[in-house]
Nanobody, 117 residues
Framework: QVQLVESGGGLVPPGGSLRLSCAAS????????RAWYRQVPGKQRELVAA???????STADSVKGRFTISRDSAKNTVYLQMNSLKPEDTAVYYC???????????WGQGTQATVSS
């Protein structure tokens, strides 16, 4: 089993920055893919950024050029650096991992990021 714990959310003004962290524990060698999603009330959870086991990354068009996903393999931690934040980035951000070979979807508990003046 894999467990994910997020940290780093908070309240920032427009234009500010936050860095979210997602630490993995347990059977980490089974993780093939990690990502960040976000969700606002009444809307579907949306993919923000992802990183593969090989290190390939991708980001959603809505955050491209502002958000960066990275990882520290020694710490089993994935980060989401969020710059130039906008009010529409306000959401609960969830860390996600896909494990193999069982194909389990693992979610963290979520962390709130609020962008407001």
């Amino acid at each position: 089993q894999v467990q994910l714990v997020e940290s780093g959310g908070g309240l920032v003004p427009p234009g500010g920055s936050l860095r979210l962290s997602c630490a993995a524990s347990g059977s980490i060698f089974n993780i093939s893919y990690r990502a960040w999603y976000r969700q606002v009330p009444g809307k579907q959870r949306e993919l923000v950024a992802a990183i593969s086991r090989g290190g390939s990354t991708s980001t959603a068009d809505s955050v491209k050029g502002r958000f960066t996903i990275s990882r520290d393999s020694a710490k089993n931690t994935v980060y989401l650096q969020m710059n130039s934040l906008k009010p529409e980035d306000t959401a609960v951000y969830y860390c996600y991992a896909l494990t193999v070979p069982d194909g389990s979807n693992i979610w963290g508990q979520g962390t709130q990021a609020t962008v407001s003046s």
